[in-house]
C-alpha cells in the first residue's frame, strides 16, 4: 500500500525560472548592479545560489556573490509572500 508520495515540484513539475530570474534582478539591483539578461540567468539555475551568482560575475569579489546571493533569497521571499510571481505548470503535469 503507497503511504506516501514525494513530488519534486521546482523544475520538474512547475516552470520556477520567471520567479528565479526576477529575484536575480532584484538581487543584483540591491547592490547597484545591472542583472545579466534572462537568459544567461536561466543558464545559471540548478548551480548553488552563490555558485550561480560567481558564474555570473567571475571578474566581481566572492564576497559580493555573498551578498548578491543574500539579497536574491530576500526578494524571492517577498516575491512568494506577495503573489508578485508566477510559476505555471508544465505542459501535461496534470494528465500526468
Known sequence: MLRL?????DGTLVDSQGAIVAAMQAGFAAV???????ARIRRVVGL????AVAHLIPE???SLHVEIAEAYKAAFQTNRQS???WEPLYPGTVQA
Not at 32 to 38: I, S
Request: charged share 25%; glycine share 10%; net charge negative.
Open 83 to 85: 503573489g508578485l510571481y
Open 48 to 51: 548553488s545560489l552563490v555558485e
Open 32 to 38: 547597484g548592479r545591472e542583472a545579466p539578461p534572462p
Open 5 to 9: 508520495a514525494l513530488f519534486d515540484c
Open 60 to 62: 566581481e569579489a566572492p
